[in-house]
T-cell receptor
Framework: RKEVEQDPGPFNVPEGATVAFNCTYS??????FFWYRQDCRKEPKLLMS???SGNEDGRFTAQLNRASQYISLLIRDSKLSDSATYLC????????????FGTGTRLKVLA | DTAVSQTPKYLVTQMGNDKSIKCEQN?????MYWYKQDSKKFLKIMFS???????INETVPNRFSPKSPDKAHLNLHINSLELGDSAVYFC????????????????FGPGTRLLVL
């Protein structure tokens, strides 16, 4: 079992839809969490950090549930430009801090 | 201005050859990383350097040798290339003072697409 798991998708949604992704992690000692976005043939870029209290950035909301060991990303009012792969990142401390990536969830927003 | 840059962008080579990939960051960061993204898009840490000191060395064949001449540069040399080395290699950097913290953002370069024939 991978340390960080995501549904690979693709999630095909119409413009304007609300879509949610989940990510589960197995290491309860994980320190912090991020969502990164990766466009086709491009590098990953930080979308948002995920805090225990949940956080919102415009149309994007991230939530963390430590008890159940999952994080979520909600995208409201989807735009065509949201089409990308969304990577869940869990930070593990083992001597130093390591990013552990999920395999990503692919989103396609359709016109 | 490019924050994290890599050269070359594309690398096509024959099995058995030796090749190098270079990475430079102009963010003033102390920590740099090499990641490998395979054909299934899984991104995995290979190495990390903090101020020229190796701090992460994952289970990577010793044909891969990183080198950090200064804290703004991290190169990756690969000996005796194999078909399975074909992947996209990403360099990244983070602020990393005192080996950084769990909330540090990593900034990625554009990637080097390596194809071994």
């Amino acid at each position: 079992r991978k340390e960080v798991e995501q549904d690979p998708g693709p999630f095909n949604v119409p413009e304007g839809a609300t879509v949610a992704f989940n990510c589960t992690y197995s290491n309860s000692a994980s320190q912090s969490f991020f969502w990164y976005r990766q466009d086709c043939r491009k590098e990953p870029k930080l979308l948002m950090s995920v805090y225990s209290s949940g956080n919102e950035d415009g149309r994007f909301t991230a939530q963390l549930n430590r008890a159940s060991q999952y994080i979520s990303l909600l995208i409201r009012d989807s735009k065509l430009s949201d089409s990308a792969t969304y990577l869940c990142v869990v930070v593990r401390a083992s001597g130093t801090y390591k990013y552990i990536f999920g395999t990503g969830t692919r989103l396609k927003v359709l016109a | 201005d490019t924050a994290v840059s890599q050269t070359p962008k594309y690398l096509v080579t024959q099995m058995g050859n030796d090749k190098s990939i270079k990475c430079e960051q102009n963010l003033g960061h102390d920590t740099m990383y090499w990641y490998k993204q395979d054909s299934k898009k899984f991104l995995k840490i290979m190495f990390s350097y903090n101020n020229k000191e190796l701090i992460i060395n994952e289970t990577v064949p010793n044909r891969f040798s990183p080198k950090s001449p200064d804290k703004a540069h991290l190169n990756l040399h690969i000996n005796s290339l194999e078909l399975g080395d074909s992947a996209v290699y990403f360099c990244a950097s983070s602020l990393g003072g005192s080996w950084g913290g769990p909330r540090e953002t990593q900034y990625f370069g554009p990637g080097t697409r390596l194809l071994v024939l």
